[in-house]
């Protein structure tokens, strides 16, 4: 281990912030999602009236916590079924996915809250092409002019952008932020981890909608992979992993998916 890392994450603080309430209202219809929870039915729902069970802790509200010298901060942007994360290190920022079309108003409210707004953002990482992920690139890269837009080479023609996105491979550096190829949700999935602190948004290798569990079967492209993904994320033994559908995991994150790497055999 490195001198110069701080890998112990002291004195995380919380800031609860009402986001996008009145302000979201996306419409799922002709959505494919990877998820089956939250608004099966397909009708459009405003955010402020989602709220899986597993969400009780903080329902519709965006938590960022800060590790003493680690330079990142993270904030969620709850959809509602989906997340958006932003990553903030001094001035810019990093937006994580983009939720479902209709999502870039939210997204911009917790970058205002953030602090960077806008014109702060440098990067825009999508972790797969899915459109409940990748749904609002155009709308988020139009309002951020100076970010450069990501996806994982093997999603990158699926994915339709208003300028060119740079294709992602795994090992790449991006923002400070470790990239990691987690193939089989899609062929292209990328995990975002951060050394410094251990924050992981693993998009949807996992997700937590009723306990830490990997890629959900369901919208799965390659299951075994999806596995070999898992078990890779679990030796980063993150410190908080961040999810596309669910709740952030905080506590006990690193020894939660150790278990369900080992659990997948
Ligand atoms: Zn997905």
Same mark, same amino acid.
């Given at each position: 281990m490195g001198t110069t890392r701080t890998p112990r994450l002291v004195g995380r603080r919380w800031l609860l912030t009402q986001t996008g309430r009145g302000v979201v209202g996306f419409a799922l219809l002709g959505v494919a999602a990877c998820s089956d929870s939250g608004d099966a039915s397909g009708t459009a729902?405003?955010?402020? $009236?989602?709220?899986?069970?597993? =969400?009780? =802790? *903080? &329902? @519709?509200?965006?938590g960022t916590a800060a590790a003493e010298g680690g330079g990142l901060e993270w904030s969620?942007?709850?959809?509602?079924?989906? *997340? !958006?994360?932003?990553?903030v290190r001094g001035r810019e920022a990093a937006v994580v996915d983009t939720g479902?079309?209709? *999502?870039?108003?939210?997204?911009?409210?917790?970058?205002?809250?953030?602090?960077?707004?806008? $014109?702060?953002?440098?990067? +825009? +990482?999508?972790t797969h092409k899915h459109p409940d992920h990748a749904g609002s690139v155009?709308?988020?890269?139009?309002?951020?002019?100076? !970010?450069?837009?990501?996806?994982?080479?093997a999603d990158l023609t699926e994915v339709d952008a208003p300028r060119r996105l740079t294709a992602l491979r795994d090992g790449d550096e991006v923002f400070g932020?470790?990239?990691?190829?987690?193939?089989?949700?899609?062929?292209?999935?990328?995990? +975002?981890? =951060?050394?410094?602190?251990?924050?992981?948004?693993?998009?949807?290798?996992? @997700? @937590?909608?009723?306990?830490?569990?990997?890629? @959900?079967?369901?919208f799965t492209e390659g299951e075994?992979?999806?596995?070999?993904?898992?078990?890779?994320?679990?030796?980063? !033994? &993150?410190?908080?992993?961040?999810?596309?559908?669910?709740? &952030?995991?905080? =506590?006990?994150?690193?020894?939660?998916?150790?278990?369900?790497a080992s659990s997948l055999g």
């Open positions: 729902a405003p955010a402020d $009236t989602e709220g899986s069970p597993s =969400d009780q =802790d *903080s &329902p @519709n509200a965006s969620r942007v709850d959809l509602g079924f989906v *997340s !958006a994360y932003v990553l479902v079309g209709g *999502s870039a108003d939210a997204i911009g409210a917790v970058l205002e809250q953030a602090g960077p707004g806008w $014109t702060g953002v440098r990067h +825009v +990482v999508l155009g709308d988020v890269l139009t309002e951020a002019p100076d !970010a450069t837009g990501y996806v994982g080479a932020l470790q990239i990691v190829g987690t193939p089989g949700h899609t062929a292209g999935h990328v995990a +975002v981890f =951060d050394p410094a602190t251990g924050v992981l948004v693993a998009g949807d290798a996992l @997700n @937590n909608e009723g306990g830490l569990a990997g890629s @959900n079967p369901q075994q992979a999806a596995a070999v993904s898992v078990r890779k994320l679990a030796e980063l !033994a &993150p410190s908080t992993i961040l999810v596309g559908h669910g709740a &952030p995991v905080l =506590d006990g994150a690193a020894e939660a998916l150790q278990q369900l």
